[in-house]
């Protein structure tokens, strides 16, 4: 797998952080997820590195301007995490943090389902959704190693 960003991208207040904290929730359900911290509060904004076999995650929910965003998708890249997924303001700070990534990362924008209302369902899919891509991204050999096996 290419290492890969997937940015839940838009503007404030539209269940991003919390879509993404959904998304940890999720792979650390799944057998022999491994976390670091041990303990995640979801409660909280959700900032963890997350081992899955030899796929390695790290996420990041908090997308308020002017706080860690930026240093953990640093760490996050300095670790070698194979996909990076955060919640991302549409523009400002935030984008910007992503977009210096793309030197080392595929950015992949993405948004959580919106609506006025059902706004935890909404998440909860969205969530769902992001999981199954991330999954269906995994099981799929690079673009060079689609290229030598073509070719």
Known sequence: MKKTVIAISGAGNLGKSNT??????LLMQQPG??????????DQDVKAIISRGTLTIGIESQDDPGLRQADSLNEFSRKGCD?????????????????????????IWATNYRGD?????????????????????????????MKVAVG
């Open 83 to 107: 996909l990076i997924i955060c919640a991302c303001r549409a523009m400002g700070s935030t984008y910007d943090a992503v977009t210096l990534l793309k030197k080392n990362y595929t950015v």
């Open 33 to 42: 997820a491994m976390c670091t911290p041990s303990i995640l509060d979801f």
């Open 20 to 25: 993404v904290k959904r998304i940890a929730h």
């Open 117 to 145: 209302s059902h706004h935890e369902l909404l998440n909860q899919r969205s969530a769902e959704d992001i999981v199954k891509m991330m999954e269906m991204m995994a099981a799929q050999p690079d673009e060079k190693e």
